[in-house]
């Protein structure tokens, strides 16, 4: 047993010792490249030598992007190569050490700062360019597949890189020389498809269907429609706070929620309307004879609606004709209308004393003229006259009564069908707007898509070859 552990401890010692001997090799290595190493001055041996500093940027993590405050968020990896001539050794002079690790702090290097504008150098001293691998320069911003994560709102669809030189600036002036990574992104739409436009357009929807209601109906078509407009005024107020407060551009979702604004105040704007002409009547507003042909036969008939209306022959037959089959007069006498304004016991007394006068009468009509009694029967006849020319007046007055109730009735019906008729125009031209005003502004959105060339005009891809 004591003599198989020895091998053992023979090992371990040999190992310590190795590791002894590597760490006392980085340790003289580091000793001797920092014994005279200014980490300030610029790994240059002559004033006029440019430190070529090659650049690669790898994105991580896209993590959220503020609209409102235009702040982009991303977790990204810098790197950075350059040649430090100061920084060389001989491998054979320290065991064959060919890699040395050294804190960033000790050693010097180029002054590039990741911000949303690019940081700019002079090319008398430091010569930006983009890093190359494989013999391929890397003009794109590279992604890492093991670590990066993929974010659920924006997609990328380009992340080119440019080396942007501007060669008319003097060689002595920085600010002439910048390398720019692009990050070209394009919204997943599904988030606001379901929680925005979905609802807006099925809220819409209700209000056109407020045409569906009777055209006397105005009230509760208002109601609707401003309970309607009040919830998209509460998905706009949503919208406009996340959206940067800018003029130079308006977003498509604010532009369709004001349109969808507009075509609901027309709708307020036609129930009001609609409602206007429904409730008139002969008493305040006389038909004429081209709104009567537009829109109780024309539009009727291109629009496939029933309408039925009394003929104005049957009106003017309707006439009653008591008097010598003449038509009787409009005007109703002094005496009509007391007798009108009469209560009611007292109208049946009078009417009760008449029908005793009439009856007496007729009974000496029909028994004929009596010996001796003819001058009797012609004073009754007298007196009888005066009841049967009020009973004529009566039945006149009646018929006119009724006559002009049926002409009242006739043009509230007119009326009222006008109305309909403008409702269901104003439904088809709101139901045209409103679908036709979708599609456009979904269509625009549609084709509002990243183009398969991050930089119009210019060739090139800016991606990874396939190879």
Known sequence: MHRGQRPLLLLSLL?????????????????????????????????????NVSLKLTLTNLISLNEREEALTTNVWIEMQWCDYRL??????????WVLRVPSTMVWRPDVVLENKSQTYGTNEINLQLSQEDGQTIEWIFIDPEAFTENGEWAIRHR????????AAPAEEAGHQKVVFYLLIQRKPLFYVINIIAPCVLISSVA????????????????VAINVLLAQTVFLFLVAKKVPETSQAVPLISKYLTFLLVVTILIVVNAVVVLNVSLRSPHTHSMARGVRKVFLRLLPQLLRMHVRLLAPAAVQDARPRLRNGSSMRWSITAGEEVA??????ELLFRQHQSNGLVRAALEKLEK??????????????????????????????IACARYQQRHFDSGNKEWF?????????????????????????????HYNRMPALPFPGDPRSYLPSSD
């Open 208 to 223: 056109i269907l407020i045409y569906f209601l009777p055209a006397k109906a105005g009230g509760q078509k208002c109601t």
């Open 15 to 51: 190992a310590v010792y190795l590791g002894a001997q590597g760490r006392s090799q980085e340790e003289r290595l580091l000793r001797d490249l920092m014994h005279s190493y200014v980490p300030h001055l610029r790994p240059a041996k002559h004033d006029s030598d440019v430190v």
């Open 160 to 167: 080119p890189a440019k080396m942007l030189l501007d060669e």
């Open 417 to 445: 069908l006008v109305g309909r008729v403008l409702d269901r125009v104003c439904f088809l031209v709101m139901l045209s707007l409103f679908v036709c005003g979708t599609a456009g502004i979904f269509l625009m959105a």
């Open 340 to 345: 009108l304004r009469l209560p009611r016991s």
């Open 88 to 97: 060389r050794w001989d491998p054979r002079d320290y065991d064959g050490l």
């Open 368 to 397: 004929g003229p009596e010996s001796g009694q003819s001058q009797e029967w012609c004073g009754s006849l007298r007196q009888a006259a005066p009841a049967i020319q009020a009973c004529v007046e009566a039945c006149n007055l």
